[in-house]
């Protein structure tokens, strides 16, 4: 597959025109993040942005003192990393479903989807009533239960988008090779759908690291982050949250400057190999 | 540091401690506030953990370390959302009785929670504080049921506008929130059990309209409440409603709206903010309302009835209340608060204690129409918010 | 040669071994409390307890029609479209330059720079478009300084059009996912072929690189559109006074635990988006495009 730069040839007015979008599409992305991140360094309580001369560190310090916002954070991170790593897999087979049937591929896809459609609230509350029934103590766990289901249809989808890629023929020539089912997928599929089940990963996570609706009825005697925001912005958020948020972008950048400069040495030593068969 | 002593509300009423000096408190440590037994159970136990699920107007924050060390009560505090709709459905469908011991909330459900045995009733003989409690706090009618008493008063106010001086004077009347000069300039909370007393309230007294209690009004009398808003709405007069205390305080602080009805705290943010703003003593009078601590029928199973009981008591033994008035400007109905600020005077400053009791106090004394959030036609009142909405 | 992968039979008993754990997700969790909720939605509402009582009636639906609910579901629904729309928009162009345009390192950081933001709290993220739109906000206070307006410009809050641009800020990232990862692997070969042919940069866009990415391009529309159904965020944060959503809605109906109308609204809500989708699915014939993508 085409791991090289394949860089489509284009007119320069669509070159422009493209960039422009993808660069105004970035810009409204990050208007209220980099608002948050500017606005984090005012030491006053109201959220606004102050000169740079009278930037401060002190929600930053408040932060790691935030024992609340911490442990919520660390909750969501918790649920978040495994709905993604279970949601993952059952997408995927899913989506291998989908492709080897024969009849109902159909059904099974709006099947699948359905679970977009339910409402969080309802979903939630009508999921606690099911643990309640099957005396089942709500804890991070029950809350991974209901963020799974709201993330299969997208993790389902984007495997599907992903599998895309492999064709039926490269998978019946391994098998013609005398490889059995699971080593054609551990040989041939997995690699050629990496990036999908990557992308499924993180937008699970993303899903469940955001999601308060279901979270609010499953949820055990910690609050996740999505809940502790909720709760803040009702009654009263000392700006230490928006320090957070802060945080996160400044991270993130970093571990992008990290990767831009990582790639640059890695690139000039791989100059000249040949790029992996399609 | 700022100190809060030269706000001057109506009253004069020094408040709201930083979040950072709060916590400069707790450093100072407990012995710096040993209190000689204002009823607190002198604990005998050891430290007893209790879940506490309240709105967090109720949540004293890293002051619940001090009250530990004082009462033997470890706290663990869990916001609610402060939503009685979604509070309701969790302990009625779902696990909120498994993994909470004790709630607090607004007003107006302990009837139904009750009848539907997922609360349970308040021993007051295990409450000795029960007696301090301001007794028109004790008389609001929705908090006993059959006799019983399902809520006790943890948090009280009087409710009207926050005004910008600078922009709109000193107003005396919930005419200005519909004052069309104001079009685009004014704000109302996006609750119907709050903006439609306020309404009914200048309705009555300032515009003669037919209507008996702003708090539970018939349907004919919701009808004229309701259209009056709707036409309101629909000529632009609001900029937009507000829920939740962030949203509040910004839309004054950044001066998106000039008047608005709401919580008198927001003032206090307003002003720590460098706004200009005050709290207005309306004369068609202001809306009470109340957070109450409601016993969960789960914590009685568990055997933590008797600290339920304790935390209860403890709330109204003056530490929490202090310190919830320094921290969010809001009073906890007994006089429990001065006592335990005058015995302990390099933590809290008495007189601006007093002074809150005072002011809350004297507005009460006044026109004071009580919130509930189960008037007799609640659903009616839903269904008219809803066309409100759709307006 | 008798191992052809579309044999009859031959791949039934696999494929329902591999459809087993989302079954047995969609029907455990999905489908039984929805049955429970379902159920309820044609009891009644017990005015004795304030809970629910079952007497079988179809009350909370006529209630539905009755008390304007529908209103709110079309309202939001139109402007879940329209969101999805605008995302799938500027998302087009920007996954057309991530995926076929840039070295793998750029695309790389675009694609993570995309995603970046939703790492922080959606909520908050919508609070501070208050602060950027607002009447003291950073747009108006360049405008009025620029000497662009007189007065600061009321409609950039607090309106529809401060909705849009909240939600669509906010779930741009789920319409460039799906459709990085289609045409990135969309292969050169093809499109030189379709230069070979003749045609030009926007043809070959048009006619060869938007049918193979078509997939894609539904995902991330209907991924989109379904975030921006069941949000209450922004339109609760950006919206004018008393703005509505279906969640705002559902919230609203359960506060005064009228939970049979609440049932009901979502039931209607599940019902209407799957009529939606099957009716999409037969005529774009959306399942078979997520078939084998064979060129």
Known sequence: MNREATVLRSPFGARLSFNALLTIALLFIYAPAVYLLLASFNPGLQLGLVPPDRFSLTWYVSLAGDRKLLSALGESVIVGAVTAVIATPIGLSAALAFRAMTARRGAFFLFVLFAMFVPGTIQGLGLSVVFKVLAVKPSWFTVVVGHVLWALPFAFTVCLVSLAVVRPHMIAAARDLGAGPWRAFRDVTLPLVRTGIVSSLVFSFLLSFNEYSRAYYLVGRYNTLPLYMFGAMNSGASPTIYALSGAVLLISFALVAVLLLGRRFRIGRSAGRPGNGG | MKKWTDLNVSSGVALALTRR????????????????????????????????????????????????????????????????????????????????????????????????GLIAPWDLSKIPNYETIWQWARDIPYITYEGKTYGIPAVINADSMIALEDKVGTVDSYAVIFDPKLKGKTAMEDAWINSAIFTAMYLKESENAPIAEPGNLTPDELGIVMEFLIKHKKDGQFRTFWNGWEQGVQLVANEEVWVMTGWEPIVYAARERGIDAYYAAPKEGYEGWGNNTILLKGAVDRGLSDTAHALANALLAGFYGCTLGQLRGYVVPTDNNVAYAEANPDAFDAKAVKELADHVKAKFAGKVYWQNTRPDNFQLYEEWWQKLRNA | MSNRPHGAGRFRRPALLLALPSLLVLVGIGLVPLVIVTVWSFWSFDPDTYWITPEWTLASYSALFDTGRVPVLVRTTWLALLTAGIATFFAFPAATIIGMMSRPRRAVVLIVLFTIPFFTSALIRAFAWRLVLGRTGIVNEALVGLDIVEQPVEWLLFSNFAVVIGMVAAYLPFAVIPMVLVLGRIEPSVMRASEDLGAGFWTTLRRVVLPLAMPGVIAGFLFVFVVALGTSTEIQLLGGAGDSSIAIMINDVMRVVNFPLAFAIATTVIVFLSVIVILADRVLKLSRMFEDLGT
Not at chain 2, 47 to 73: H, P, R, V
């Open chain 2, 21 to 116: 000096q709060l916590m400069q408190r707790a450093a100072l440590g407990a012995g710096a506030l040993a209190i000689g037994g204002l009823g607190f159970p002198r604990s005998s136990f050891a430290a007893n953990e209790i879940n506490f699920w309240a709105s967090a107007t109720l949540d004293i924050e890293d002051g619940w370390d001090i009250f530990k060390n004082e009462s033997g009560i470890d706290v663990i505090f869990t916001d609610n959302g402060n939503d009685p709709g979604p509070v309701v459905a969790k302990l009625a469908a779902g696990n909120a009785n498994d993994i909470y011991d004790v709630g607090g909330l607004q007003g107006g459900s302990e009837k139904e929670l009750a009848k539907q």
